[in-house]
């Protein structure tokens, strides 16, 4: 046991690319030697992919996993399918499987001496008569027990109708936030946090816009609002704190259509948002690859 | 690095499978088998395109057996060529800026659209009713829960089933591998939208 824990904590380094090249070699040159060690190795992976999806990976952890291990496209199929059974798994609450049945106690009974027999045979009919006395005890257990049961569902019909009028409440209140433009739009998806910016800000300006994070965001997604004559075929976003610390770059970025205009999005990784202050340059790429500045916005990420 | 898939000419790619074995299906298998694990190995050091990476590793083993050079097992003679792309890569990484109009999103994963999501999951509930009702219950058991509840549940699973923790993680593992192929297929057939 505590080898197979020394070896999923080895794993776990090896999959997030926290060991040096020697120590890589060794655990890859044991995986393709090994059947079982390479099967071990793959479920540490799929355990690994489900903590990140249930948000159980540490912030250094989920660092690592974000931009070495979601590199690939078969590794985010593997991310996507996680989250699925994710999704089912919280839902269903399967019961404690049956062992297997023991056909061999059938078969020791019919070894046993006729006195044996006679004596199991006379334990089943005390067992019968006892069972049928505690049947009819039982009966009038179960009409308060159906009594009460008709009681639970009718508690459980009206906390779904009130789970109905909270789920309308909740949907009116993200319809408003969405016409005020306000960042607690992201609230909806629990795992996103979004954040409007719009041109025309200036850094001296005094209040800039609030990214709030909450602990489960896991993507912070900038929505660039753009003006009309901002038609390129590509955008690039350049991402900094205020001190001019490079934080990320995006590239191939599209305009979409957002009301009657249109929006370039961002998408961040929350952990590589400290709390403080960023600047976002946008950049047009034109046909001929040149670039042009579209804009420069600015925010604050806070947390919660 | 030059990667070129499609650089692998037939003679080099006979000579292959021949060193592989006389038999033409079983050297097949065993060349699967290695490119099974060349996609792993690239997959495992962050490589954005593991597969391109495996093929351009078995070109250039192909090519070298062509040359005339004496291998003696070619698995490991692969996994060898793979390392030095791998060291390649992170050179080529470090000595050029990040050409970000060709760069992928990496996190393409993280924000699928809810449209999406809701295929993923129709598609694995159709691949779980597919499933006895046994590796059903097993597998939905096996991934429920938070940490200790995991770890709880893992180990009142196996003690039902009888069987130790190992062979109940492989077992699960090899549902869910079974599964992952069913939902993919099930969300090919209905068109979704790929990362």
Redesign the interface.
């Known amino acids: 046991?505590r080898s197979?824990r020394n070896n999923e904590t080895s794993h776990v380094k090896?999959?997030l690319?926290k060991m040096t090249e020697e120590e890589?070699?060794d655990v890859?040159?044991r995986?393709?030697a090994d059947a079982?060690y390479l099967?071990?190795l793959?479920?540490t992976e799929?355990d690994l992919i489900?903590d990140y999806v249930?948000g159980?990976l540490s912030q250094s952890d989920r660092r690592s996993f974000?931009?070495?291990?979601?590199?690939?496209?078969?590794?985010?199929?593997?991310?996507?399918?996680a989250?699925?059974?994710?999704?089912?798994?919280?839902e269903?609450k399967?019961?404690?499987?049956?062992?297997?049945a023991r056909p061999f106690f059938m078969r020791a009974l019919w070894g046993w001496n006729p006195v044996l027999q006679f004596a199991a045979a006379a334990a089943v009919l005390i067992c019968i008569a006892g069972g049928a006395w505690l049947v009819s005890e039982n009966a009038a257990s179960r009409a308060r027990v159906a009594a009460l049961e008709a009681e639970r569902r009718g508690f459980e019909a009206r906390e779904q109708s009130l789970r109905q009028q909270l789920g309308e409440e909740q949907n009116r209140a993200a319809a408003l936030a969405a016409q005020n433009r306000q960042p607690s739009e992201a609230a909806r998806?629990p795992?996103?946090a979004a954040l409007v910016l719009v041109p025309g800000l200036s850094r001296a300006r005094t209040e800039v816009e609030q990214l709030v994070l909450s602990p489960s965001v896991?993507?912070a997604?900038l929505d660039i609002e753009l003006e009309s004559r901002d038609d390129f075929p590509?955008f690039?976003a350049e991402l900094r704190t205020r001190r001019g610390e490079e934080v990320l770059?995006?590239?191939?970025l599209v305009r979409r259509k957002s009301g009657p205009g249109f929006a370039v999005s961002v998408?961040v990784?929350a952990s590589a948002l400290a709390v403080g202050d960023y600047e976002l340059a946008l950049k047009g790429?034109a046909a001929d690859?040149t670039s042009q500045d579209v804009g420069y916005y600015y925010f604050g990420v806070q947390r919660r | 690095m030059a990667v070129d898939p499609a650089a692998l000419t037939q003679p080099a790619f006979d000579g292959l499978l021949a060193l592989l074995g006389g038999d033409r299906d079983v050297a097949a298998d065993r060349y699967l088998d290695i490119r099974r694990n060349l996609v792993r190995l690239f997959e495992w050091r962050g490589c954005m395109t593991p597969e391109e990476y495996a093929d351009e590793t078995i070109n250039r083993c192909a090519r070298k057996i062509a040359e005339g050079d004496v291998i003696r097992d070619v698995a490991t003679y692969c996994i060898g060529i793979a390392r030095k792309l791998l060291l390649e890569m992170g050179r080529d990484r470090a000595r050029q800026p990040w050409p970000l109009e060709e760069a992928p999103e990496p996190q393409a994963a993280a924000h699928e659209p809810d449209h999406d999501r809701d295929r993923h999951v129709e598609c694995l509930r159709l691949c779980l009713g597919r499933l006895s009702a046994g590796d059903r219950q097993l597998i939905l058991r096996y991934y429920q829960g938070d940490k200790r509840a995991k770890i709880n549940n893992r180990s009142g699973l196996g003690r039902a089933l009888g069987i130790s923790a190992g062979t109940l993680r492989m077992r699960a593992l090899r549902l869910r591998a079974g599964l992952q192929l069913c939902a993919g297929n099930c969300l090919q057939n209905r068109g979704a939208t790929r990362p």
């Open positions: 046991m197979q090896y999959l690319g890589q070699g890859e040159d995986a393709f079982d099967s071990a793959e479920a799929a489900d249930r159980e974000e931009f070495r291990f979601l590199t690939s496209r078969e590794r985010r199929r593997k991310v996507e399918f989250r699925a059974l994710a999704t089912i798994t919280s269903s399967t019961q404690e499987p049956r062992a297997p998806a795992l996103v896991q993507i997604r590509r690039r770059s995006r590239g191939n998408d990784p790429i690859r």
